[in-house]
């Protein structure tokens, strides 16, 4: 049977229409190339030599500086740059001549050194910063990579680092504290697990010796799998806190010398830790991935708890994010040990492989008539991920849609723990097309494929716009993000605009016009979200009819 019926089984597709969607589902074509959304061909080409980590381009050796230098590695220099953050990102544009590269790959001098952070967009902050690295063979030449890692690289089919990783790595492996901040899909993960790994060195039974804390349970096992890629060959014994893993440790006071990395939500972590059934005092690495979700009242005091049961004085600590805006950057000075900071690209701005679109739609239900114009048109290219702003939304979402002949599901904190994983894999997997999400699946969860990304709800900030559109165009490929906005989200749209501007994308001149809005508003759209009419646009005997239908088959 072809693929296309087993995922599609149980729905109704017009397969006229949606034949280049049903041909993505097909093993036996090759996928054809994924075309870039920038037309113009010179910002193209610029845009990929800056953009296109994940290139397989071929990469001059660095010279070879012999066994663990580190100390002459660093920059001599203080603060590379501190500026404030209305600077930061002036001089972005400036790209280095393509033909000096092989020449700054060698980064044996400061001026290379400089130019090389320059190209790759790298801009850090800081004392006595140790340089970048160039390809994934250097961690091998220079910090002694065991082979069993280089070989997961390779395996998983890592060929370049992206910038985030070639700055990130060494600043950790130099065993300082980082705050990193680089866009989203640009492989914050594997910037922080790499030397993680390297540093653990091999499995000891002294009990946790890294914590990663992510704010989702789907967000921490994703991490986990991307944990256990790379540590293939080796018996390192990585615990993804559950209730169930809990209540294995608590039952079991042995097993909490067992493992060396744990990863966790703060919820569960604490609530462990208050039963006394963890022990983080050996704990030497500590990250919080979507660090700045992680620094909001709502997590604080959780996150709190865990930094002071982590009592280990060698303890280093990471905050990764696509976002830190300048508050949560302040906060995470006071507990940090001189970090250095890492910035990759423009500050608290999107990727710029996706195509990003503001559409207006008059009132509420113009959003349904958008979205099924777009599936009559054959214009909505699976996997598509639209974010609403509520359960209840998302749950009065997925009742339309369920109607429109397309694959679709929901996901949302009320759905069992089953249920969401299963959802997530079934998206992955390609059998559900169309996933309706709240605010749960915004950040770090790495859907590869996802074409197009909906705002079917204003985000409530920019940082939750930036996150939610980060889940298409990942990984240096291209996607779409259409930003749905009414009446009522008109005050706060110049904000949306702001971020699309500085990602390059083309904004019409009366948008860029507009006024943004006040400190005072954008607050209290963070605290609550706008009051939106009930999605419902089918009439009582339409649903009956559907209903009855439905009963017939
Ligand atoms: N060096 C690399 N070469 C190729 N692909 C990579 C590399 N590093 C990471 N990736 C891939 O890039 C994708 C995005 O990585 P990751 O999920 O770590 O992004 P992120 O920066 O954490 O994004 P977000 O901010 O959304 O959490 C993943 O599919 C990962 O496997």
């Given amino acids: 049977m072809d693929l296309f019926h087993v995922l599609g089984s149980g729905a109704r597709f017009d397969k006229k229409r949606f ?11 090759q996928k054809k190339p994924v075309k870039n959304v920038v037309n113009d061909q010179e910002t193209q080409a610029s845009l990929l030599q800056e953009i296109d980590f994940f290139h397989n381009s071929k990469s001059a050796i660095i010279e070879t500086l012999g066994k663990k230098q580190l100390p002459n590695e660093r920059s001599t220099g203080n603060n590379e740059d501190d500026t404030d953050d209305s600077d930061e990102n002036e001089g972005e544009n400036e790209i280095v001549d393509q033909d000096e590269s092989t020449e700054l790959n060698s980064l044996n001098t400061q001026d290379n050194v400089k130019k090389f952070r320059k190209r790759y967009r790298i801009r850090v902050y800081g004392t006595d910063i140790p340089n970048p690295f160039h390809s994934f063979s250097d961690l091998h030449n220079k910090y002694e990579f065991q082979p069993y890692l280089c070989k997961n690289l390779d395996s998983a089919g890592y060929k370049q680092p992206t910038p985030i990783q070639m700055q990130a790595i060494p600043i950790i492996l130099h065993g300082r504290d980082v705050m990193a901040m680089a866009p989203t899909g640009s492989g914050k993960t594997l910037a922080y697990i790499l030397p993680i790994l390297h540093d653990l060195n091999s499995h000891k039974k002294i009990g946790y010796r890294a914590l990663i804390i992510s704010p989702t349970r789907e967000l921490a096992k994703q991490i986990y799998i991307e944990f256990k890629k790379m540590c293939v060959g080796k018996k390192f014994k990585i615990c993804l806190l559950t209730k169930a893993t809990a209540a294995t440790q608590a039952q079991d006071p042995h097993l909490k010398q067992k493992f060396d990395i744990l990863i966790s939500t703060p ?161 992955r997997q390609g059998k559900i097309w169309v996933l309706i999400a709240t605010e749960l699946m915004a950040r770090g969860i790495d859907f590869k494929g996802v074409n197009l990304v909906i705002n079917y709800d204003f985000p409530q900030s920019i940082q939750s716009y930036i996150h939610r559109i980060g889940r298409t165009g990942r990984a240096g490929k291209s996607g779409e993000a259409i930003t749905y906005y009414t009446k009522d989200d008109a005050p706060y749209l110049k904000s949306i605009v702001n971020v699309m501007k500085d990602s390059g994308c083309e904004v019409p001149n009366w948008m860029l016009e507009l006024k943004n809005p006040s400190k005072e508003s954008k607050q209290q759209l963070r605290k609550k979200p706008i009051k939106r009419k009930t999605i419902d646009t089918r009439s009582n005997y339409d649903k009956k009819k559907i209903k009855r239908k439905r009963y017939e088959f």
């Fill in 19 to 29: 034949n280049d969607d049903i041909s993505l589902f097909e093993p036996q074509k």
């Fill in 267 to 427: 919820l569960r972590l604490v609530h462990a830790i208050s039963q006394d059934n963890i022990d983080l005092k050996n704990v030497q690495h500590l990250v919080l991935d979507e660090a700045d979700k992680l620094l909001e009242l709502g997590f604080l005091d959780q996150t709190d708890e865990i930094f002071a049961a982590c009592s280990n004085v060698k303890l280093q600590k990471y905050l990764f994010s696509a976002t830190l805006p300048s508050g949560v950057e302040s906060l995470a000075n006071n507990f940090m040990k001189d970090p250095i900071r890492i910035v990759v690209g423009l500050k608290n701005a999107a990727t710029e492989t996706i195509k990003q679109q503001l559409i207006y739609v008059g009132e509420e239900n113009g959003k349904l008539t958008a979205i099924r114009q777009m599936i009559q048109e054959g214009r909505l290219k699976p996997p598509v991920l639209i974010f609403v702003q509520s359960i209840e939304r998302a749950k009065e979402l997925f009742h339309e849609l369920i109607y429109d002949g397309i694959n679709v599901d929901v996901i949302h904190a009320e759905r069992t723990k089953a249920q969401r994983d299963s959802i997530v894999l079934n998206f």
